[in-house]
């Protein structure tokens, strides 16, 4: 069956420049993440939705960075008024279930590669 | 602060020996931890779990080995091929649902 899907792969934005990243989740799955990884760096946790909930924004980096999933299934990841500080790969990764007190795999898209000149 | 640390960011292995990659984490609310491999321009794909119940888990060729008195899983492949080439990440969960990632080991299996 079909993966979890991203797009754009690739996306160059001038600084200041508004983005929008989205994410197609593998379907049925009820949880959804999103993650930036920077250059050298592990994925680092931006944001969870757990259907069209927005459970933890805990790691958002700054109010310019919004995002949303409002039929509980495509996710779209708003970045406003880019900064060179936010190139990095931006991935996705969705659960099927989220049981208390036992974390599902997560499976992971292939990312959206962002660069901010 | 980095919770999860991977302190080798690269390692050599002949084809059919052993791979041993370690990660050590701080937080000792974590209870679920795994493995994911990474191939270039992919995103990382799952490999292997273990839950802190147990400290050990077998699926093939890969094994992970918990210590949680250490903080300290490895992940073990034996044998080695070259299609294991690859960027290998550990990650631990604790109550909520968000992983937390070590930054990474790349391991080249040399034919």
């Known amino acids: 069956g079909a993966g979890v899907s991203q797009s754009p792969r690739y996306k160059v934005a001038k600084r200041g420049q508004d983005v929008a990243l989205r994410c197609d989740p593998i379907s049925g799955h009820v949880s959804l993440f999103w993650y930036q990884q920077a250059l050298g760096q592990g994925p680092e946790f931006l944001t969870y939705f757990q259907n069209e909930a927005q459970l933890d924004k805990s790691g958002l980096p700054s109010d310019r960075f919004f995002a949303e999933r409002p039929e509980g299934s495509v996710s779209t990841l708003k970045i406003q008024r880019t900064q060179q500080e936010d190139s990095a790969v931006y991935l996705c990764?969705?659960?099927?279930?989220?049981?208390?007190?036992?974390?599902?795999?997560?499976?992971f898209g292939p990312g959206t590669r962002l660069t901010v000149l | 602060d980095q919770q999860v640390k991977q302190n080798s960011p690269s390692l050599s292995v002949q084809e059919g020996r052993i791979s041993i990659l370690n990660c050590d984490y701080t937080?000792?609310?974590?209870?679920?931890f795994l493995w994911y491999k990474k191939y270039p321009a992919e995103g990382p794909t799952f490999l292997i779990s273990?839950?802190?119940?147990?400290d050990k888990n077998e699926d093939g060729r890969f094994t992970v080995f918990l210590n949680k008195s250490a903080k300290h899983l490895s992940l073990h492949i034996v044998p080695s091929q070259p299609g294991d080439s690859a960027v290998y990440f550990c990650?631990?969960?604790?109550?909520?649902?968000?992983?937390?990632f070590g930054t990474g080991t790349s391991l080249t299996v040399i034919p």
């Open positions: 990650a631990a969960s604790g109550t909520g649902n968000q992983f937390y």
């Open positions: 273990i839950s802190s119940i147990k």
């Open positions: 937080n000792s609310m974590f209870d679920y």
């Open positions: 990764a969705s659960s099927p279930t989220f049981y208390q007190g036992e974390t599902d795999t997560q499976y």
